[in-house]
């Protein structure tokens, strides 16, 4: 019975460090912190992008990242994952809403819904991904009717790209009340 209850708890620990790998990918799109995304993956890492790319997971960085400048913010918002080990290595299903603001003469959202099928490989007990490959599901544009950008929201409403988003220096903050 002990091994099995540890057997669950290194698992459980796997589970967690993998869930942590996939919203730092997230973040690390959302804020443009390629410093962040390269932690995330392998060096020979690859990555088929729903047709739009297929290549090593750091030359998608590489196309990406002026793509992602061109746009207002973005947002990725990840549901459930499921999981499937086999040793130091482990496959997910993660499901992803991606939201797009436009910088175009009439901004668009684009909403994008669909899943990471993600194969992940631990090596001296760091997980990072080895493959990932993105399925959409489906997309929409609708016109974006408001600009949560104004000043009259404040500095820190309106996502921004690193460094200028708020976020970037909160996990450096000390625990007094954030202003």
Same mark, same amino acid.
């Given at each position: ?5 540890? /057997?669950?708890?290194?698992? =459980? ?6 869930? /942590? ?8 799109? &959302? +804020? ?6 390269? !932690? ?10 729903? #047709?739009?790319? &297929?290549?090593? @997971? ?13 746009? *207002? ?14 040793? &130091?290595?482990?496959?997910? !299903?993660?499901?992803?809403? @991606? ?12 909403? @994008?819904?669909? +899943? $990471? =099928?993600?194969?992940? !490989?631990?090596? /001296?007990?760091?997980? +990072? ?14 016109? @974006? ?9 404040? *500095?820190?409403?309106?996502?921004? +790209?690193?460094?200028? &988003? $708020? ?6 903050? #000390? =625990?007094?009340?954030?202003?």
């Amino acid at each position: 019975m002990a091994r099995k209850l540890t /057997e669950i708890s290194a698992q =459980l620990v796997d589970r967690e460090a993998i869930r /942590e790998i996939i919203a730092r990918i997230a973040r690390a799109s &959302d +804020r443009v912190d390629n410093d962040l995304w390269r !932690e995330c993956f392998w060096p020979e890492a690859c990555d088929q992008h729903a #047709g739009m790319f &297929d290549g090593t @997971a750091i030359d998608l960085l590489e196309k990406a990242t002026p793509f992602l400048h061109s746009l *207002h913010r973005t947002t990725h918002f990840l549901g459930n994952t499921l999981f499937e080990f086999d040793g &130091d290595s482990a496959k997910t !299903e993660t499901y992803v809403i @991606a939201y797009h603001l436009t910088k175009d003469a009439e901004p668009l959202n684009v909403v @994008a819904c669909g +899943r $990471y =099928l993600d194969i992940f !490989e631990r090596r /001296e007990e760091e997980w +990072r991904v080895m493959n990932r490959h993105l399925v959409l599901d489906w997309f929409m544009n609708v016109p @974006a009717e408001g600009d949560w950008s104004r000043p009259q929201f404040g *500095h820190d409403t309106a996502g921004a +790209r690193k460094p200028d &988003d $708020y976020s970037c220096n909160f996990f450096t903050m #000390g =625990l007094e009340r954030v202003q």
